[in-house]
């Protein structure tokens, strides 16, 4: 066994990346709570069953996502596999990387 056996292995994301993705969908919670519950609309309702359809369906789904993708960086390659209903995996090679962004 040797140092690099333990790093060839596919890895998930931090699992802060989903603390990250309720982050960026804090808009779309904060606009049906503003006009459900500040505004008092009289379709007051439609809001309060749109912010109950993102909690029992959106953050599932974020949570699914993260858990199925898992990814592996090797010495001649990049490979990522994703999906929640159809698995894909995708090879890249390391010559082929133009772009880090972190």
Same mark, same amino acid.
């Given at each position: 066994?040797?140092?690099?056996?333990?790093?060839?292995?596919?890895?998930?994301?931090?699992? !802060?990346?989903? *603390?990250?993705?309720? &982050?960026?969908?804090?808009?779309? #919670?904060?606009?049906?709570? +503003? %006009?459900? @519950?500040?505004?008092?609309?009289?379709?007051?309702?439609?809001?309060?069953? !749109?912010?109950? *359809?993102?909690?029992? &369906?959106?953050?599932?789904?974020? #949570?699914?996502?993260?858990? +199925? %993708?898992? @990814?592996?960086?090797?010495?001649?390659?990049?490979?990522?596999?994703?999906?929640?209903?159809?698995?894909?995996?995708?090879?890249?090679?390391?010559?082929?990387?133009?772009?880090?962004?972190?």
């Amino acid at each position: 066994m040797t140092i690099y056996d333990d790093f060839y292995q596919f890895r998930r994301l931090h699992p !802060l990346t989903l *603390l990250y993705s309720l &982050i960026r969908n804090l808009p779309y #919670i904060g606009l049906t709570l +503003y %006009f459900a @519950f500040v505004q008092k609309q009289t379709e007051e309702l439609i809001y309060v069953l !749109l912010f109950i *359809l993102f909690a029992m &369906i959106i953050i599932p789904g974020h #949570i699914l996502r993260w858990y +199925y %993708f898992s @990814f592996m960086i090797s010495e001649s390659e990049i490979i990522i596999k994703s999906g929640v209903f159809s698995r894909k995996q995708r090879n890249i090679p390391i010559e082929r990387v133009q772009n880090v962004n972190v």
